[in-house]
């Protein structure tokens, strides 16, 4: 009994390191990402998804918003809100620098302040939670 006992905790522990956590600047948890794409907040309510096609869905799986390719992240209605480049800097839809996620997943705006912490976490994914904001 006690070894099945363990072993479903060890599951259960193993299930939840799967997600990954966004954190503020005061290193509060402000979110998470599963495994399959859904995004939760601080008190695990379920706020969105982001599908593995880019489309992102919001918690009454109403789709907000896309993210190509490229790293351009449009809303629902194709509007260009801006774009995530390769080394993690965030640009908005004029092409003004508003923020990077660095490679350790330190959040920063566009003044280098650390406004959070994704480490792990896709920079696409942070970028829209951190900067975008189609999820609230």
């Known amino acids: 009994m006690r070894t099945i006992i363990l072993l479903f905790l060890f599951g259960l522990a193993t ?9 503020n600047a005061s290193n509060f948890l402000i979110g998470k ?8 907040d601080a008190k695990s309510f379920k706020i969105g998804k982001f599908e593995s096609s880019g489309t992102i869905k919001d918690a009454r799986n109403f789709t907000v918003g896309k993210i190509e390719n490229d790293g351009t992240i449009k809303d629902a209605h194709s509007f260009r809100l801006g774009k995530v480049e390769s080394d993690g800097t965030v640009k908005d839809s004029r092409n003004f620098t508003i923020g990077k996620i660095e490679a350790d997943g330190k959040v920063k705006d ?3 302040f650390t406004i959070g912490y994704a480490k792990g ?3 696409r994914y942070a970028a829209v939670f951190y900067f975008f904001h189609l999820l609230e």
């Open 15 to 23: 299930l939840t390191s799967n997600a990954q956590s966004m954190y």
């Open 33 to 40: 990402i599963e495994a399959d794409g859904t995004v939760k």
């Open 110 to 112: 566009s003044r280098s």
């Open 121 to 123: 976490v896709n920079r």
